[in-house]
């Protein structure tokens, strides 16, 4: 591990060098997009603060060592400060088609959570065939919100119209039109919170034909605020990281997780077990990533 004072400019830079973006197996993608964040703000620095905290890893996560594989951190995507969301879904398409066109699997750092649909959009474009695993607090399933049909709060509803089956994983906070959309929509599962808390996980967590290959997308909200206070909107009665994890290795078993992110982490400063959560987070999908 590296000193505290120290600024990597890449993930687990205090482990691996950065890999060189033809030869890793991974891509770190930083997206520091904050357009439509509705409560609390900062999600903003919520990239940098997951590669600073990165520094403090250890090289393996139970036996994997997800950097000796290579991982590539991308420059930070970065837009003018008039930028519209179109315009930074562009530039995220096209950073995560950087990462599949050398047969890498790209991680996103957010930002806000509207950063998922660029990756769906680059994924369409290869026209790969995938599942969206959803863990949130938020369904994220609007049509529209303050006017906006790109508003982190319609995310998911834009995948979904995408064509991509989605399954949910920790809602509690949820309006009346998504769930009459979510419980209409043939290509939306949900397991909310409260079916998550019993003493067993249900036996079957995704649809028989749920497709095997999934792009995971984790909005750190989705942990309870007790575990998780940064980020903007905290919602109580979350998951446990045990609970959550759990989760993931079960989800994980049969199939391949293609793709990633980690989103809407609002750092708060001096409070940095939550940054590291979230950086802990993403090397255990990598992990779980790894071939």
Same mark, same amino acid.
């Given at each position: 591990? *590296?000193?505290?004072?120290?600024? @990597? #400019?890449?993930?687990? =830079?205090?482990?691996?060098?950065? %890999?060189?973006? $033809?030869?890793? &197996?991974?891509?770190?993608?930083?997206?520091?997009?904050?357009?439509?964040?509705?409560?609390?703000?900062?999600?903003?620095?919520?990239?940098?603060?997951?590669?600073?905290?990165?520094?403090?890893?250890?090289?393996?996560?139970?036996?994997?060592?997800?950097?000796?594989?290579?991982?590539?951190? *991308?420059?930070?995507?970065?837009? @003018? #400060?008039?930028?519209? =969301?179109?315009?930074?879904?562009? %530039?995220?398409? $096209?950073?995560? &088609?950087?990462?599949?066109?050398?047969?890498?699997?790209?991680?996103?750092?957010?930002?806000?959570?509207?950063?998922?649909?660029?990756?769906?959009?680059?994924?369409?474009?290869?026209?790969?065939?995938?599942?969206?695993?959803?863990?949130?607090?938020?369904?994220?399933?609007?049509?529209?919100?303050?006017?906006?049909?790109?508003?982190?709060?319609?995310?998911?509803?834009?995948?979904?119209?995408?064509?991509?089956?989605?399954?949910?994983?920790?809602?509690?906070?949820?309006?009346?039109?998504?769930?009459?959309?979510?419980?209409?929509?043939?290509?939306?599962?949900?397991?909310?919170?409260?079916?998550?808390?019993?003493?067993?996980?249900?036996?079957?967590?995704?649809?028989?034909?749920?497709?095997?290959?999934?792009?995971?997308?984790?909005?750190?909200?989705?942990?309870?605020?007790?575990?998780?206070?940064?980020?903007?909107?905290?919602?109580?009665?979350?998951?446990?990281?045990?609970?959550?994890?759990?989760?993931?290795?079960?989800?994980?078993?049969?199939?391949?997780?293609?793709?990633?992110?980690?989103?809407?982490?609002?750092?708060?400063?001096?409070?940095?077990?939550?940054?590291?959560?979230?950086?802990?987070?993403?090397?255990?999908?990598?992990?779980?990533?790894?071939?």
């Amino acid at each position: 591990m *590296q000193s505290p004072t120290a600024r @990597p #400019r890449h993930f687990l =830079a205090s482990e691996f060098p950065n %890999a060189t973006a $033809a030869r890793a &197996a991974f891509h770190i993608i930083p997206v520091p997009m904050e357009l439509s964040v509705s409560y609390g703000a900062g999600a903003s620095r919520g990239p940098a603060a997951i590669l600073d905290a990165s520094g403090q890893l250890e090289a393996h996560d139970r036996g994997i060592r997800p950097g000796a594989a290579g991982i590539h951190t *991308q420059a930070a995507v970065q837009l @003018p #400060r008039k930028a519209d =969301a179109e315009a930074w879904l562009a %530039a995220i398409t $096209a950073s995560v &088609a950087r990462a599949l066109a050398v047969k890498a699997r790209p991680l996103i750092l957010g930002g806000e959570h509207t950063v998922t649909l660029g990756a769906a959009r680059a994924f369409a474009a290869a026209r790969r065939k995938i599942g969206f695993v959803h863990f949130d607090a938020h369904a994220d399933l609007r049509d529209r919100y303050e006017g906006s049909p790109f508003s982190h709060a319609c995310v998911m509803r834009r995948v979904v119209e995408m064509g991509f089956p989605v399954a949910q994983f920790g809602t509690r906070a949820t309006s009346e039109d998504e769930q009459t959309f979510r419980s209409s929509h043939p290509l939306l599962t949900a397991f909310d919170a409260d079916r998550l808390t019993g003493p067993a996980l249900p036996r079957r967590l995704l649809p028989a034909r749920f497709p095997k290959r999934i792009y995971m997308s984790f909005d750190v909200d989705a942990l309870d605020p007790a575990q998780m206070p940064a980020t903007g909107t905290p919602v109580v009665g979350g998951l446990f990281w045990r609970q959550a994890m759990a989760l993931l290795d079960r989800i994980a078993q049969g199939r391949t997780i293609v793709g990633a992110d980690v989103v809407e982490l609002a750092p708060i400063p001096g409070l940095h077990h939550a940054d590291f959560t979230a950086a802990q987070l993403v090397h255990r999908l990598l992990a779980l990533m790894t071939p």
